[in-house]
């Protein structure tokens, strides 16, 4: 089956410090999508990407939908405490006609103050 | 409105017991689905209910069933819990595929 390769696996950082998380796949997808779960919480959509090449802008965060249609990265500007929790890419190929997302496994964020 | 509900929130089992997981969505979503989360492992799909009246296999599907009772409900059922299946489970609704909108989990502990 499909998979997604995100990168990395957990990061460690500080307060006021920009971060980059991103997943790789050999298959294509039509749109990548980025969740945030919070702990003891569902997932959470925070950006959905339509086309190859789009950089779409939510607050601090940013994320861009690679060209190749194979790859896709979050970036989340001056991090704050709440920025803490797993940040999760998800992938969709089939054009509305396939009901599943793939997900890729997963970046765990803590933020120190 | 609720969003998607799921119950109950915590649930702790005996080896070859049965029980089942439900959820509710107040968003007239067609689309439902059931997924287990697992350290290391992301978001593994169990089941999906494209729409009302069909449900079909996910990635992880052994020791499940399921059953769309109506538009609003899904639910999922162990017939026989084993270690294995302890997890958090989560459901999930959408109107189209690449939005999902998630349920806050159950936590199961099958001892």
């Known amino acids: 089956g499909q998979q997604l390769n995100q990168s990395p696996q957990s990061m460690f950082i500080q307060e006021g410090e920009d971060v980059s998380m991103n997943c790789t796949s050999s298959s294509i997808f039509n749109t990548w999508l980025w969740y945030k779960q919070d702990p003891g919480e569902g997932p959470v959509l925070l950006i959905a990407l339509y086309k190859a090449g789009e950089l779409t802008s939510n607050g601090r965060l940013t994320a861009q939908f690679g060209i190749t249609r194979k790859d896709s990265f979050l970036n989340i500007s001056a991090s704050i405490p709440s920025d803490v929790g797993i940040y999760f890419c998800?992938?969709?190929?089939?054009?509305?006609?396939?009901?599943?997302?793939?997900f890729g496994k997963g970046t765990l964020l803590t933020v120190n103050p | 409105n609720a969003g998607v509900t799921q119950t109950p929130k915590f649930q702790v089992l005996k080896t070859g017991q049965s029980m089942t997981l439900q959820c509710a969505q107040d968003m007239n979503h067609n689309s439902m689905y059931w997924y287990r989360q697992d350290p290391g492992m992301g978001l593994r799909l169990i089941y999906y209910?494209?729409?009302?009246?069909?449900?079909d296999k996910g990635e992880v599907p052994n020791g499940y069933n399921v059953s769309r009772l109506n538009k609003r409900e899904f639910s999922l059922r162990l017939e026989s819990a084993a270690p294995s299946q302890t997890s958090v489970y989560f459901c999930?609704?959408?109107?189209?595929?690449?939005?999902?909108?998630f349920g806050p989990g159950t936590r199961l502990t099958v001892l």
């Open positions: 999930a609704s959408s109107k189209v595929a690449d939005t999902q909108y």
């Open positions: 209910s494209a729409s009302e009246g069909t449900t």
């Open positions: 998800a992938g969709e190929n089939s054009g509305g006609s396939n009901y599943k997302l793939t």
